[in-house]
């Protein structure tokens, strides 16, 4: 049995196209930082849970000081972030040192519930990955050189995080060599031969990327906390 666990929590954006003069990780919403609200729901969902947090190196001071006087900050580790996402996950990884079920989660999507991260650490326990996903609401079409197409978009699914492994199935699959078709840790699984398996996601877990996300999460925070 899978008892440790481990979120890893990459939040190594800069904040550009939030245009924000602060990554939008440590943006408050509802009087308080996004990542902070992203940690509670990890808390809430498991109180043993460990995190290992990515930041730029230039905010991993201030990463430490918010995190200083709160009940977690000895079970709170905290690394540079690389050039890209695969490189932060892969120095992200250096922490893990004991078999866990290991969560690798968008600080910046905080709007996750404790029952998705209970439903993902189940099904890595079974299967050894879980994938969160919702299908998509809009018509999709795919470009094919200068024409396009529309796709069936019962067949088409939006990928979440948090993305969870059995650790040692993701360690050995972040010792490949990175390809630029490395956009989230399950296509690195899966390039390493290894099928992963999806688990319902939720709709409200978006990524805040641009101003308007920003809002939506303020919304829906607002809601909660009501």
């Given at each position: 049995m899978y008892s440790k666990k481990i979120a890893i929590i990459v939040a190594g954006g800069t904040g550009?196209?939030?245009?924000?003069?602060?990554?939008?990780?440590?943006?408050?919403?509802?009087?308080?930082?996004?990542?902070?609200?992203?940690?509670?729901q990890f808390v809430a969902a498991f109180a043993d849970i460990e995190f290992v947090i990515v930041l730029p190196e230039g905010y991993i001071e201030e990463g430490n000081e918010l995190l200083n006087n709160s009940n977690i900050s000895n079970k709170v580790a905290f690394v540079a972030g690389g050039d890209t996402r695969f490189q932060s996950v892969k120095n992200g990884l250096t922490q893990v040192n004991e078999k866990a079920i290991v969560f690798v989660h968008d600080a910046v999507r905080c709007l996750l519930t404790p029952a998705l991260i209970q439903r993902c650490y189940q099904q890595a326990v079974e299967k050894g990955s879980a994938i969160p996903a919702v299908s998509a609401t809009d018509t999709v079409r795919l470009l094919e050189g200068n024409t396009h197409?529309?796709?069936?978009?019962?067949?088409?699914?939006?990928?979440?995080?948090?993305?969870?492994?059995?650790?040692?199935?993701?360690?050995?699959s972040f010792q490949q060599n990175y390809q630029p078709s490395f956009t989230d840790e399950a296509n690195v699984v899966e390039a390493s031969g290894t099928p992963v398996f999806l688990v319902d996601g939720e709709f409200e877990n978006i990524k805040i990327t641009r101003p308007l996300d920003l809002a939506i999460a303020t919304y829906i925070l607002a809601k909660r906390f009501s």
């Open positions: 550009q196209r939030m245009g924000s003069v602060v990554p939008k990780q440590f943006i408050e919403v509802e009087g308080k930082p996004i990542l902070l609200h992203t940690i509670d197409k529309v796709i069936d978009r019962e067949n088409v699914m939006q990928i979440q995080t948090p993305q969870t492994f059995q650790s040692e199935l993701l360690i050995t």
